[in-house]
């Protein structure tokens, strides 16, 4: 995801993402790595969550703030440091929504795993194109 991006959704998102402006020794933020296409998501789950937070006593925000935004077997991963069962909630549809869009394009998409790619969610015409290769602690078990 491009930087200016990255910066809108921690300025937008303040209380979710305190973490990328304040240093914690635990927990620290990892940052915000996927393709742009899923932006929208993350953008509509950080806005859902900030206002939960906002809902939260005022000494206890902090411990909901976001850890790490990634690709993880080819769908969104939105760790947090802690989260209420409604914080949870919202990150299950984020996540389950994550599969059926392309990560670098926004289009619909599917789930696909292409020999040493790893598995990716990803359009059609974004498939041929987009060659991304998992680290590898990152590549999963092959389908059975
Ligand atoms: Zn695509």
């Not at 690709?71 to 939105?78: A, Q, T």
Request: hydrophobic letters at 40%.
């Amino acid at each position: 995801m491009k930087e200016e991006l990255i910066w809108a959704l921690v300025f937008d998102y303040p209380h979710v993402f305190v973490g990328a402006r304040r240093k914690y020794e635990n927990a620290s933020f990892q940052g915000i790595s996927c393709g742009e296409g899923w932006e929208p998501i993350v953008r509509w789950l950080s806005a859902g969550i900030e206002r939960l937070i906002e809902q939260e006593p005022e000494d206890e925000r902090e411990f909901y703030r976001c850890i790490e935004v990634r690709e993880r077997f080819g769908g969104l991963e939105f760790y947090m440091n802690d989260a209420t069962p409604e914080m949870a909630r919202l990150v299950r549809v984020a996540v389950s929504q994550s599969f059926s869009m392309c990560e670098f394009c926004g289009n619909p998409g599917a789930l696909r795993q292409d020999g040493r790619r790893g598995a990716k969610t990803l359009c059609d015409s974004c498939r041929g194109k987009v060659v991304v290769l998992p680290l590898t602690g990152q590549v999963p078990a092959p389908l059975v």
